[in-house]
Nanobody
């Protein structure tokens, strides 16, 4: 069984910084990508940033230049450094593990979500 565990988040003033961390745990063979989506009330869940097994980072347009994702593919972990935070960044942030391959007890290819963590940017 695969678990996606995330930490970080909280309340910060506009212009401030926060760090989110995520780890995928279990009998994992490979993961295609690990990263973050976010969802504000009444909106759809949108891409924030993803880090692929090839070492590429992809960002949503609204966070480019302000957020940085880094990862350790061997440890199945990612960190999202969020700088210059704005009130519109307020949302629940979900870690997403895409294309997780496990082979015990049998081959399985699936996606997994973390439990979500609140980020609030407000003065």
């Amino acid at each position: 069984q695969v678990q996606v565990v995330q930490s970080g988040g909280g309340l910060v003033q506009p212009g401030g910084s926060l760090t989110l961390s995520c780890a995928a745990a279990g009998r994992i063979t490979t993961i295609y990508a690990l990263g973050w989506y976010r969802q504000a009330p009444g909106t759809q869940r949108d891409l924030v940033a993803m880090f692929t097994s090839g070492g590429s980072a992809n960002y949503g347009d609204s966070v480019k230049g302000r957020f940085t994702i880094s990862g350790d593919n061997s440890a199945h972990t990612v960190t999202l450094q969020m700088n210059s935070l704005r009130p519109e960044d307020t949302a629940v942030y979900y870690c997403f593990a895409e294309g997780v391959v496990t082979t015990i007890p049998e081959y399985r290819y699936a996606d997994y979500w973390g439990q979500g963590t609140q980020v609030t940017v407000s003065s």
